[in-house]
Nanobody
């Protein structure tokens, strides 16, 4: 069973920056063997994909964050990061780290972290 623990959520002013971390455990080479991603959900809203990093390192971003957010990973540390810049009030949400099944295709959300809150104040 893969376990994911997010950290780094905080309250920040509009235009500020924040970095989130997701430490994965429970298997060997977790982050290098599967798709990893960041999702977010605001109260009353559906959960949405924010950023995805595939096994081969390719990345995909939601249009709403493209150019402002960057997903990266450190496989030696089994950690995935989300660097968020130029934050907007609409970025306020609970951010979740997710992982797919090992070596699976089209799977980035088989496992979930507990979430970390990001609040952007104007």
């Amino acid at each position: 069973q893969v376990q994911l623990v997010e950290s780094g959520g905080d309250s920040v002013q509009v235009g500020g920056s924040l970095g989130l971390s997701c430490v994965a455990s429970g298997a060997i080479y977790v982050t290098s063997s599967r798709c990893m991603g960041w999702f977010r959900q605001a109260p009353g809203r559906e959960r949405e994909k924010v950023a995805i990093i595939e096994r081969n390192g390719s990345t995909v971003y939601a249009d709403s964050v493209n150019g402002r957010f960057t997903i990266s990973r450190d496989n030696a540390k089994n950690t995935v990061y989300l660097q968020m810049n130029s934050l907007k009030p609409e970025d306020t949400a609970m951010y979740y780290c997710a992982a797919g099944r090992a070596y699976a295709r089209g799977d980035c959300s088989a496992y979930w972290g507990q979430g970390t809150q990001v609040t952007v104040s104007s």
